[in-house]
C-alpha cells in the first residue's frame, strides 16, 4: 500500500489531446479541494504528442503546469527526440505514426526539409528530461510495460517505452503492479489485473482521458 497521507494521480496516454488534459487537471483540482491529502502527485505515463490536434500545447502546458507532476517518456517522444537529433529512421516512423499532426502543432511543415523541423528548445529539453520509469508503494508506473522475467532495474529502455506482448498476456507477478498506458483497452475503459493496470482509455482514438487514483491499498478512476 501506499504509506498513508501519499496519494498519486496517473494518466494514461495524452496524444495532443489539450482539452482533455486540462479537463481532467481541473478534476483532480478540484477533488484534492474536496478531499485534501499531504503528499499528493500526478504522473503522467508519456506519449504526450502526436496524432491529436494540439501536442505543442500540451508540452507548453505541462511545462507551464503548476501541480505537483512526475513526467514519464513515451514512445512517441523518444522517436521524436531520435528524429530531431537527425536519425532517418525515426523521421520516416515519426511521420508514419503522427508527427505530421505534432509538427503541424509547432507550426512546422512535415512534408518540408528536416532541417525546418525546428522545435522550441525548451520543448526539446523537456522531452529529454522525461524519465523512464517511477516507483511508489506497490506500484511501478512505466509508460509500456516491462519484459517478464527480467528484474526492474535490468530492464531495456526499449521494452519500457514500447513492449506489448509478452507483457500484456503475463500472470507473473512482476515484483510491483506495473501501471502503464501505451496500448489502449478496447473497452476504452482503465483494465485492472492483479500484476497491471492499464490507464490509456484511447482518449486520441475517442475514448476519454482516465486517471487512476493510488491512495492506502486502494485504486479509483476518473475520466473526462
Ligand atoms: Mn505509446
Do not use: K
Not at 530531431?84 to 499532426?101: R, S, V
Request: charged share 20%; aromatic share 6%; hydrophobic share 40%.
Amino acid at each position: 500500500m501506499l504509506p498513508p497521507g501519499e496519494r498519486i494521480y496517473a494518466i494514461g496516454d495524452i496524444h495532443g489531446c489539450l482539452d482533455r488534459l486540462r479537463a481532467l487537471h481541473a478534476e483532480i483540482r478540484a477533488d484534492l479541494a474536496a478531499r485534501p491529502c499531504r503528499c499528493a502527485s500526478i504522473i503522467h505515463l508519456g506519449d504526450y504528442i502526436d496524432r491529436g490536434p494540439d501536442s505543442a500545447g500540451v508540452v507548453a502546458y505541462l511545462i507551464g503546469c503548476d501541480l505537483p507532476c512526475v513526467n514519464l517518456m513515451g514512445n512517441h517522444e523518444a522517436t521524436a527526440l531520435a528524429a530531431l537529433d537527425g536519425d532517418g529512421a525515426a523521421c520516416a516512423d515519426w511521420l508514419a505514426y503522427g508527427g505530421d499532426a505534432a509538427l503541424r502543432s509547432w507550426g512546422l511543415d512535415p512534408y518540408g526539409p528536416r532541417s525546418t523541423w525546428r522545435l522550441p528548445p525548451a520543448h526539446i529539453a523537456w522531452m529529454r528530461g522525461l524519465r523512464l520509469m517511477h516507483r511508489a508503494g506497490p506500484y511501478l508506473f512505466v509508460h509500456a510495460g516491462i519484459r517478464p522475467g527480467v528484474p526492474i532495474a535490468a530492464q531495456a529502455p526499449e521494452d519500457l517505452l514500447r513492449i506489448r506482448r509478452p507483457f500484456l498476456d503475463s500472470d507473473a507477478d512482476h515484483g510491483a503492479i506495473i501501471v502503464h498506458g501505451h496500448t489502449p483497452t478496447r473497452s476504452r475503459r482503465p483494465e485492472r489485473h492483479h500484476n497491471r493496470i492499464n490507464l490509456d482509455t484511447g482518449a486520441v482514438y475517442g475514448g476519454p482521458l482516465t486517471c487512476g487514483i493510488f491512495e492506502g491499498e486502494g485504486v479509483e478512476f476518473l475520466s473526462v
